[in-house]
C-alpha cells in the first residue's frame, strides 16, 4: 500500500538512533517490538545503521526490514523525529514475527508530518452552546467534578455509573488501572461499574477461579513441547496470532495433535492442517453453544477408561464429595470428582446428539487429551479456550466443565500442559479491593435502561459498538443524555454554578451526565457532554502482562497528541478537583478522601499501586529486563534480575478460590440446554445462528482502523461469512449489503460468500463502526452476569446490490494454500 501514502522509499534509520523497548499494545500476545527514533535530518546508510546489518542484502522473510507501515513521523520533545517501530527478533513471545496489527503500531501513531490519525483528540471537549468546543484542562475537569460532587454528595455513589477497561495495554496498563480503581473503589465504593466487554463489574471466569485455578497458568512454551492443544472457541491465528505462529506452529511440527471446537471452520483449522497434516488434526464442528455437553462426554470416557491422573487427584484435588453448594450466586456445586461425575456423566452417543458431531470424533478427542503413550506415559495436553464458550451458553458451567478434563488427567502446573484462556487485551489489573460490588454484581446496562444514575463516567470503551442488546441501550442513552444537552443549552450564558444547577435539574428528570475518556471521539462519546483526551502506550510508559503472565515496561518515545494525558494523570485530575468541588459544598471530610494524587508522571501512579504491593518491582529494574520481562507473580530480585514465575501451581497446591486446603474442585456441570432468558426461543424462531467473530486485520472496534485506508479498502463494510446457497436462496450476490435481524433490533453488513460456512449460520465482525453486532444480541445473561454474545439468531434479508466499494473487494478464500 505504499503508493497510498506517498513514500517509494523509507529513511534508514541510523547508528546512532534511540532505542526503545516496546511491547504490542494490541492484543494479549504482547509481542516486543523495538522503536527507532532519530532527528528529522539525519539517516542512516546500508552498511551503517541502527540494524547493524548490510542493507543491501536482501532480506529473507523472517529478516530485519522496515515495511512503510512500520514508519512514521512522529513528536518528541517538542521535535518531528522519524519512527520505525519494528518486531524484536530476541524477544521469546515472538521472535522477530510481526503481525497485520503489531507491524501497523507506527502508521497508526498520530502524525501532524505525515498526516496519520488526525482523529486523535488532541483537547478536552466541553458540550458548549450546541458545539463541541475544545477547552483548558481545569475548565473541563471542573465541571466533570462539580457535576460528579453534587451528585454523590447529594444523592450518593450509587448515582454514580463507571464504565472503565481492566485490561493491559493501551487503555489499561498497572498504572491506569490502579489510578480508575483508586478513584472509584478507594475514595469513593462505587458499586454500579461495569468493564469495557461485559455488562457488570465481575470475572469472566468465575468457574474456573472458584475451582482454585487462575486462568493464566501455562507458559507460551508449553505449546512446544505438549502432546496436544486442545483449543475451544477460540481463532489464535487471527486473534492471537504470534502465539499461534510462534508457540503452536512449533508444537505441531514438533508432533503435537490440534482439537479444535468450534463451529464454524476458521483460518486456525486450516493453518494447522498445513502445519501438521489433516490426520492430526481434529475439528468438531458443534452446534452453538453445546460444548459442556461435549466436556462431559469428554470427561465420562476418561474417567471410565481410567486415563485419570490418580496421583494428582488425591494430592492436589478435594476428596470429601461437596464443597461448595449450588445456590443464588453459585452456579453449580464444586467438590470432588466423585461428587461432579453424578451430574456431568454424559455418555458420548448422548453428547453426539446434542452438539451434532460423530460419536467417533469425541471418542477420538478424548484419546488424543488423555489415552496414556504405549509406554504408559501421560499424554500431556495444553487446553486453551476464549470468546467462544466465554461468551456462549451458560459461562460458569461449561468452563467448569472444561476445566473439569484438564485437573481430572492432572494437565495443570505441569510443562506441556495448562488450561487457560488464551486472552483478549494483554493484562494489568491493580486495585483496591473491589468486594463492595458483590456477587452477583449489577447489570449496568439494564440499570441504565430503566433510568438509573445520573452521573456517567466512561473510559476506553464503545459499548454503541460493543455490548449486548446495543440497539436500547443507544437509543435509552442519547435520550437520556440529550435531556441534559438541552438543559445545557438553555442555561447558555449562565454561571458555572447555574450550569451546574441546569444539569442536576435535568438528571433529576430522568437525563444523565456524561463523560468519557478516549483518544478519538467515538461513538458513544457522541452522546457525552464533556470529552477528555487519553494518550496511547509509548505516548506514556507502560506496564502490563501478557498472556503466560509476562510483565514489560514499554516505553514512551513520543509526546502525548495535542495535549492529551494518560488515563492515571486524567483519574487523578479528576480526584483533584473532586476534592476542591467537594470542599466548596462544604464537606470536608469526604474531600479528604480525595487526597494522595499527586502524582506528576505514569510512574507516580506505578509507584503508588503496582510497586506499593510489589516492592521489588520498579521501572528501572524492568527496562533492564528488555523486552522479555518477567513471567509473574515476581519471586525475587537476584544478581540484577528480576526472577519470575514460569508456570502456576507446579507445587500442586490450588488457591486461586482462596481455600486454606489449596486443593481444587471439580465442577457439577450439568447440561440443561440454552440456560439464558430469551435464548431458545430465538434459536427457534429465526433461520440463522447469527456468530460474531474478530479477524486478524482488525483491532477490536476498529478505533483506529476507521481512518486507515488500508482496512478501509479490504472491508468497506462489516463482513458476514455466508454460505453460497443461502446467498442464492434468499438472492443475495457477493458484497451485497444486507441486514440480520431479530427482536432486539437490526444490523447490516456486506455478504462475504464462503466456501465453508455452514448453511443456517452466519458470521458477522463485531463491534463495526458501520454495523454493531451487538444490536441483534438479545439482554439475556449466563448467572452472574456475563453476556452470550456468541448465542444469538436471527434472519437474514438483502438491503442493496453491492455499492461500489464492495465491488472492489476481493471475495477470495481465506485460507491461504502454501
Ligand atoms: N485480530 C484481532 N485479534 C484480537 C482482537 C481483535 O479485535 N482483533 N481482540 C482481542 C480480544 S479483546 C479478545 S477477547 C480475543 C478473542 O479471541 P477469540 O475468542 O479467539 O475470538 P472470536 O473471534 O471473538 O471468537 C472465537 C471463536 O468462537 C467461535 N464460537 C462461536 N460460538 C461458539 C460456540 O458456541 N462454541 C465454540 N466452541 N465456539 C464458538 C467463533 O466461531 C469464533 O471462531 O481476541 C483478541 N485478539
Ligand atoms: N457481539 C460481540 N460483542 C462483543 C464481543 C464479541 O465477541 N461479540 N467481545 C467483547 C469483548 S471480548 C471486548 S474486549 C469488547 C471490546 O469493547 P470495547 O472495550 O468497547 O472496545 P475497544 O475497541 O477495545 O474500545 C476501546 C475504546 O477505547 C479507546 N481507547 C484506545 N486506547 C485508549 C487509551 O489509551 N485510553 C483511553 N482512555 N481510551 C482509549 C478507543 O478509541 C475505543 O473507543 O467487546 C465486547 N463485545
Ligand atoms: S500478535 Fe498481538 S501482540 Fe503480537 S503483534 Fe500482533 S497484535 Fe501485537
Ligand atoms: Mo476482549
Not at 454500579?192 to 487462575?214: F, K, L, Q, T
Request: glycine share 10%; charged share 20%.
Amino acid at each position: 500500500m505504499a503508493y497510498k501514502r506517498q513514500i517509494d522509499r523509507l529513511p534508514i534509520p541510523p547508528a546512532d538512533a534511540q532505542v526503545h523497548n516496546v511491547t504490542c499494545h494490541y492484543c494479549i500476545v504482547g509481542c516486543g517490538y523495538k522503536a527507532y527514533t532519530w532527528p528529522r535530518n539525519k539517516q542512516g546508510t546500508m552498511d551503517n545503521n541502527a540494524f547493524g546489518i548490510d542493507l543491501g542484502e536482501q532480506q529473507p522473510a523472517d529478516g530485519t526490514w522496515l515495511a512503510p507501515s512500520m514508519y512514521n513521523m512522529v513528536r518528541q520533545n517538542g521535535q518531528d523525529v522519524h519512527l520505525a517501530v519494528v518486531p524484536d527478533h530476541e524477544c521469546v513471545v515472538n521472535s522477530g514475527l510481526a503481525s497485520i496489527r503489531g507491524a501497523r503500531m507506527a502508521e497508526n501513531r498520530p502524525s501532524r508530518v505525515t498526516g496519520t490519525q488526525q482523529q486523535r483528540l488532541s483537547d478536552p471537549l466541553v458540550w458548549r452552546n450546541g458545539v463541541w468546543q475544545p477547552t483548558t484542562w481545569n475548565d473541563a475537569l471542573d465541571l466533570v467534578a462539580r457535576v460528579t460532587a453534587r451528585i454523590v454528595n447529594e444523592y450518593g455513589e450509587d448515582e454514580l455509573v463507571v464504565s472503565m477497561f481492566d485490561h493491559g495495554g493501551s487503555a489499561g496498563g498497572y498504572e491506569n488501572t490502579w489510578a480508575t480503581g483508586k478513584l472509584y473503589f478507594d475514595s469513593m465504593k462505587v458499586k454500579n461499574c461495569r468493564i469495557h466487554n461485559r455488562p457488570a463489574y465481575n470475572s469472566e471466569v468465575h468457574s474456573s477461579r472458584d475451582m482454585g485455578v487462575g486462568e493464566l497458568n501455562y507458559s507460551y512454551s508449553d505449546y512446544e513441547v505438549t502432546d496436544t492443544i486442545f483449543m475451544i472457541g477460540a481463532n489464535s491465528l487471527e486473534t492471537q496470532t504470534n502465539l499461534f505462529l510462534n508457540h503452536m506452529v512449533p508444537g505441531l511440527r514438533n508432533g503435537a495433535k490440534f482439537i479444535m471446537v468450534d463451529p464454524r471452520r476458521t483460518v486456525t483449522v486450516h493453518a494447522a492442517e498445513e502445519v501438521a497434516g489433516k490426520d492430526n488434526v481434529l475439528h468438531l464442528a458443534i452446534k452453538p453453544g453445546t460444548d459442556m455437553a461435549l466436556f462431559n462426554a469428554l470427561l465420562t470416557h476418561i474417567v471410565d477408561n481410567g486415563w485419570t491422573d490418580n496421583d494428582f487427584i488425591a494430592a492436589s484435588t478435594f476428596q470429601g464429595g461437596e464443597a461448595v453448594t449450588e445456590g443464588s450466586s453459585q452456579p453449580a456445586g464444586l467438590g470432588s470428582l466423585d461428587y461432579a461425575m453424578q451430574t456431568c456423566r454424559t455418555s458420548i452417543e448422548e453428547a453426539a446428539g446434542v452438539c451434532g458431531v460423530d460419536a467417533a470424533d469425541i471418542v477420538k478427542a478424548a484419546e488424543w487429551i488423555a489415552q496414556p503413550h504405549d509406554d504408559g506415559a501421560r499424554r500431556k495436553c495444553v487446553t486453551a479456550y476464549e470468546k467462544g464458550i466465554i461468551w456462549g451458553n451458560d459461562n460458569y458451567r461449561t468452563i467448569g466443565a472444561l476445566v473439569n478434563i484438564s485437573l481430572a488427567t492432572g494437565n495443570i502446573g505441569r510443562e506441556g500442559g495448562g488450561c487457560c484462556r488464551l486472552g483478549g487485551h494483554q493484562e494489568g489489573y491493580y486495585r483496591p479491593s473491589d468486594a463492595h460490588v458483590g456477587r452477583p454484581a449489577e447489570y449496568v446496562d439494564q440499570l441504565l435502561i430503566k433510568g438509573g444514575g445520573k452521573v456517567y463516567h466512561i473510559w476506553a470503551c464503545d459499548h454503541y459498538k460493543t455490548t449486548l442488546n446495543a440497539s436500547q441501550f443507544k437509543r435509552v442513552l442519547k435520550k437520556r443524555s440529550d435531556m441534559v444537552k438541552e438543559a445545557m443549552d438553555a442555561a447558555a450564558g449562565g454561571t458555572r454554578e447555574e450550569l451546574v444547577d441546569a444539569i442536576v435539574g435535568a438528571v433529576n428528570a430522568g437525563g444523565i451526565f456524561v463523560v468519557d475518556v478516549d483518544i478519538i471521539h467515538s461513538q458513544i462519546g457522541q452522546n457525552a457532554h464533556v470529552l477528555l483526551p487519553a494518550c496511547e502506550s509509548n505516548e506514556m510508559n507502560l506496564t502490563s502482562m501478557n498472556g503466560e503472565r509476562r510483565m514489560r515496561l514499554s516505553e514512551r518515545y513520543m509526546d502525548p497528541f495535542g495535549n492529551s494525558k494518560p488515563d492515571c494523570l486524567i483519574a487523578a485530575g479528576v480526584a483533584q478537583h473532586m476534592e476542591t468541588a467537594l470542599r466548596d459544598l462544604g464537606n470536608d471530610a469526604y474531600a479528604d478522601q480525595f487526597k494522595g494524587y499527586d502524582w506528576e508522571t505514569e510512574e507516580d501512579a506505578f509507584m503508588d499501586g503496582y510497586n506499593a504491593g510489589n516492592p521489588e518491582v520498579t521501572y528501572d529494574r524492568l527496562r533492564a529486563m528488555g523486552n522479555n520481562g518477567v513471567q509473574e507473580p515476581v519471586a525475587g530480585y537476584e544478581s540484577g534480575q528480576l526472577v519470575g514465575t514460569p508456570r502456576l501451581y507446579a507445587d500442586g497446591q490450588f488457591d486461586r478460590h482462596g481455600r486454606d486446603d489449596r486443593k481444587a474442585l471439580f465442577c457439577a456441570a450439568q447440561w440443561r440446554g440454552y440456560a439464558a432468558a430469551g435464548k431458545a426461543r430465538e434459536a427457534e424462531n429465526h433461520d440463522f445462528f447469527v456468530n460474531n467473530v474478530r479477524a486478524n486485520i482488525f483491532w477490536q472496534n476498529q478505533f483506529l482502523d476507521q481512518d486507515s485506508d488500508f482496512v478501509q479498502d479490504r472491508f468497506p463494510y462489516p463482513f458476514i461469512e455466508m454460505n453460497a446457497d443461502d446467498m442464492a436462496d434468499l438472492g443475495i450476490a457477493a458484497g451485497d449489503l444486507i441486514e440480520i435481524t431479530n427482536e432486539n433490533g437490526a444490523t447490516q453488513g456486506m455478504a462475504y460468500p464462503t466456501d465453508t460456512a455452514k448453511r443456517g449460520q452466519v458470521a458477522m465482525v463485531f463491534g463495526s463502526p458501520a454495523g454493531s453486532q451487538g444490536n441483534v444480541v438479545n439482554p439475556g445473561v449466563s448467572e452472574l452476569i456475563l453476556p452470550e454474545y456468541k448465542l444469538t439468531f436471527g434472519n437474514v434479508r438483502k438491503l442493496a446490490d453491492a455499492p461500489p466499494q464492495a465491488r472492489a473487494v476481493s471475495f477470495k478464500s481465506k485460507e491461504y494454500k502454501a
